[in-house]
Structures are given as C-alpha cells and as structure tokens.
C-alpha cells in the first residue's frame, strides 16, 4: 500500500539535545511538507521541498532543519536551538502540476522534552 | 496572504442532530479548498476537496461542503451525525499555482449521545 511513514510514533528528548524525526514516502510524490501542531493553533509549516536537494523555509522553520537527498526520504531535525519543541509533527507529501492534489499525511510523531 | 478562519474552535452537538462546521479564506488569487478529519494522536485524512465546477462537493462519511466565492467561504456540512464523527476537523486552502497549503486552527466536533 502506497502511503507516508512517520517514525518513531513516540520520541523522548533531553533538553540541549538534537533528534531527527524520520519521514519516508512510497507515493512518488515531487513535494513534502513538515508541520508542527500544537493545541488550539492548526498546523504550522515548519519545512517544504518541492523537489529532490531542494527545500524552503516554511512559517516557523527557526530550530529546525532539513534535507531532502531522496525523493522517498524528508527527515526533520530539531535542534537545541528550538526553544519549545514539544509538539506533534506530521509529515506529508503532494504531487503538484497534475492538477492540483491534496496533502497526503502520515501518522504523526510526537516529540516530549523531558 | 492567505489565511483560513474557522470561527468554532468547538462544536458540541447531538447524535442525528445536523452540523455545520465554518470555514472562510482570504486570499487575492484562486484557491482549492480542503476539508481534513483528525482523530486522536492520528494523521489527517482527506474529507473531501473543492478545485473548479459545481460549488457543493460531497466527501466521505456523508460530510459535504459548498464554496461560495462572494463570502469567501467552504462551510462543511452533515445532515445527521454519529458518535464516530466526534473528531477534530481542519480547512485548508491552497493557491491554484502553487501546491503549498494553509491550514485552519481547528475545530473539534463533539458528538454527544
């Protein structure tokens, strides 16, 4: 089945430390997208790449980075320097130019700073 | 800018009561519109979508929605709802030249016995 996998489901993190969530396609979509959900606030772009080795600052991208070396692949870190990363993050990925398509998701991964 | 509005942040309703969820964009060039439901700590599935011809679209599970271009608007509807309805629903816009997309705060939907 073609579709997004986000993982881990769960992630644990010290303070100070840097942790990648990972995010793997099999939809062969060009774009893929990374937001960040929080109570009451909707998703926030965090991260997008429209294409592989390419990728752009989204809305809240300060703590964050990314890469995007295969199309399939779109992994997220946070960095110390994100200053609340508690948070869920969903990953997801789109095909533009054939017509307009929706946002596919995956299951999501939430981050705990402990 | 873009930006989407959803006025509720929360709906209680009954069970086979009607429902309606509110959405409204704002946006200087076309758009598609996008309805998504959340279950608990889950992904976000694809309700149903609007991207040109009729303005009433229907979706899945029963929801349908209408866009109305002079209000700026894609209200979300269902005319009977079920306790496994009670989930957290987002509106999504996204420019009709650019496949990035802007999402609604949110609004939960509890559906009460």
């Known amino acids: 089945d073609g579709g997004i996998t986000q993982s881990p489901k769960y992630l644990f993190r010290k303070e100070g430390q840097n942790v990648t969530l990972s995010c793997e396609q099999n939809?062969?979509?060009?774009?893929m997208y990374w937001y960040r959900q929080d109570p009451g606030q909707g998703l926030r772009l965090i991260y997008y790449?429209?294409?592989?080795?390419?990728?752009q600052k989204g809305d809240i991208a300060e703590g964050y980075s990314v890469s995007r070396e295969k199309k399939e692949s779109f992994p997220l870190t946070v960095t110390s320097a994100q200053k609340n990363p508690t948070a869920f993050y969903l990953c997801?990925?789109?095909?533009?130019?054939?017509?307009?398509?929706?946002?596919?998701f995956g299951q999501g991964t939430r981050l705990t700073v402990v | 800018a873009q930006s989407v509005t959803q006025l509720d942040s929360q709906v209680p309703v009954f069970e086979e009561a009607p429902v309606e969820l509110r959405c409204n964009y704002s946006?200087?060039?076309?758009?598609?519109l996008f309805w998504y439901v959340q279950y608990p700590n889950q992904g976000l599935q694809l309700l149903l979508k609007?991207?040109?011809?009729?303005?009433l679209v229907k979706g899945i599970n029963g929801f349908e929605a209408e866009f109305n271009k002079s209000q700026t608007s894609f209200h979300l509807r269902k005319p009977s709802v079920h306790i496994s309805d009670t989930a957290e629903y987002f509106c999504?816009?996204?420019?009709?030249?650019?496949?990035?997309?802007?999402f609604g705060s949110g609004t939960k939907l509890n559906v009460k016995p």
């Open positions: 790449s429209q294409i592989v080795n390419d990728f």
């Open positions: 997801a990925s789109s095909q533009p130019g054939q017509g307009i398509s929706e946002a596919f």
């Open positions: 999504a816009v996204s420019l009709s030249n650019f496949n990035k997309f802007y």
């Open positions: 946006s200087s060039v076309s758009v598609y």
């Open positions: 939809l062969n979509h060009d774009a």
């Open positions: 609007y991207l040109s011809g009729s303005t």
